[in-house]
């Protein structure tokens, strides 16, 4: 493998890991029709897929919705589809507030100078709120997502659906998802995902990580095994969509440093044996309960921070994607593709129905609620933000009729 097959140069403009070296796992969806193409993203080894799908146009050309980062790999992993399947012609981004899928259009645009670029409407900037063209996007030939998609020139393949703007304070929150008709499949962003029982295959390539999270005390070794790699997979996934779950205590920062001098690693890579992690027991079946069989599940975050921000918007829009014929969910983050319905879809939004149900009205039984003491941490930064003004009140109120 040459040098620099793997390199992203410009990592230092969102200082995520792995940092200057990604690797890139491409699989077939479906065949001959939609590919996606998986990276890693996280902190302190909390690390998840970041995801990239293609989708072959029936007239030939590509659509890429939500690009990764370009590495050298990414690209021949691409030029592979282009020679058989033709150029990419349109790209989109589908979020606004996501920094994690924003930083990659640009450079990725580049690469395919002729493929029209689409955004969603409302982009948005921190700390200045700049032009498109200062975002790297290239001003010619991008253009924002009309409200009616019967407007784009893939309209004959695509239907899609805007969540928002959910106005969040100095932020907003947007996300547009796309179903390709021909294929019966859900493109979708942050919306909802599905959390494997097992670590994704794109964290497998270095599992270090994932042994990481594994240890149970500063002073263990780390030891390669299936077993462990499933251990650090679920405790990460509790860390990545919990921040702190209950069963999670954060070891004082003075005491993880003292008890750093027993790491039998004091590396950099080890973070020089500091290991603030203290799992207590049952965070194993706080995974499963998280996990729920791997049903489509909106993020504990997104319940707690934003889309309660919006509840009757949210239940329309969903209301509008189950009206698709939709048998899979290929989502940007974590599992790929999912086995769903519509009804498993507006299921897993049920967090935001102000009457509890365990069963829908087709019969169909719905997933139970997360445990209310999981979300203690969120529920605490829902409180700061809101007491800070940085968040607006949650609304929780609905309106009869809105659930369809």
Not at 19 to 38: A, N, Q
Not at 67 to 74: D, H, K, N
Not at 268 to 285: D, I, L, M, R, T
Request: hydrophobic share 40%; proline share 10%.
């Amino acid at each position: 493998m040459r040098a620099g097959y793997f390199s992203w140069r410009f990592w230092p403009i969102v200082p995520l890991y792995p940092y200057s070296k990604r690797r890139t796992l491409r699989r077939e969806v479906l065949k001959d029709t939609i590919w996606t193409f998986d990276q890693l993203q996280g902190i302190l080894y909390v690390t998840v897929p970041i995801r990239m799908t293609v989708v072959k146009l029936e007239q030939g050309g590509l659509l890429v919705y939500a690009p990764i980062a370009p590495t050298p790999e990414c690209l021949h992993l691409m030029q592979e589809l282009t020679a058989a399947h033709g150029d990419v012609k349109y790209i989109v981004l589908p979020t606004i507030s996501g920094i994690e899928h924003k930083v990659f259009v640009g450079p990725f645009a580049r690469q395919f100078p002729s493929a029209q670029v689409f955004v969603a409407p409302n982009q948005w900037s921190f700390p200045l709120n700049l032009p498109l063209s200062w975002l790297g996007l290239p001003t010619k030939r991008t253009q924002v997502l009309p409200p009616d998609s019967s407007q784009v020139p893939f309209a004959d393949e695509f239907d899609y659906a805007i969540l928002g703007p959910i106005y969040l304070g100095p932020g907003t929150f947007e996300e547009v998802v796309f179903f390709h008709r021909r294929s019966h499949t859900l493109l979708v962003t942050d919306a909802v995902i599905s959390v494997p029982a097992t670590p994704p295959e794109i964290l497998q390539l270095n599992p270090y990580p994932l042994l990481f999270h594994a240890k149970d005390s500063p002073s263990d070794e780390i030891k390669d095994s299936f077993a462990n790699r499933c251990k650090g997979w679920q405790r990460t996934a509790l860390l990545a969509l919990y921040f702190q779950p209950d069963t999670l205590n954060v070891i004082p920062w003075g005491q993880a440093f003292r008890e750093a001098a027993q790491a039998p690693d004091r590396s950099k890579a080890a973070f020089f044996g500091v290991f603030p992690f203290h799992w207590q027991e049952g965070w194993n079946q706080a995974f499963e309960q998280l996990r729920g069989n791997g049903q489509p599940l909106v993020a504990p975050i997104l319940q707690a921070l934003i889309l309660n921000r919006a509840p009757i918007e949210t239940i329309r829009w969903v209301n509008q994607v189950a009206n698709w014929d939709f048998q899979r969910i290929v989502s940007a983050h974590f599992d790929s593709p999912i086995a769903a319905t519509p009804t498993e879809f507006r299921t897993a939004f049920n967090f935001l129905q102000t009457f509890p149900t365990q069963t829908d009205s087709d019969g169909v039984h719905s997933s139970p609620a997360l445990p209310e003491k999981d979300f203690l941490f969120l529920n605490q930064i829902d409180q700061t933000l809101t007491k800070w003004k940085l968040l607006p009140p949650r609304k929780l109120e609905r309106e009869e009729g809105v659930r369809g």
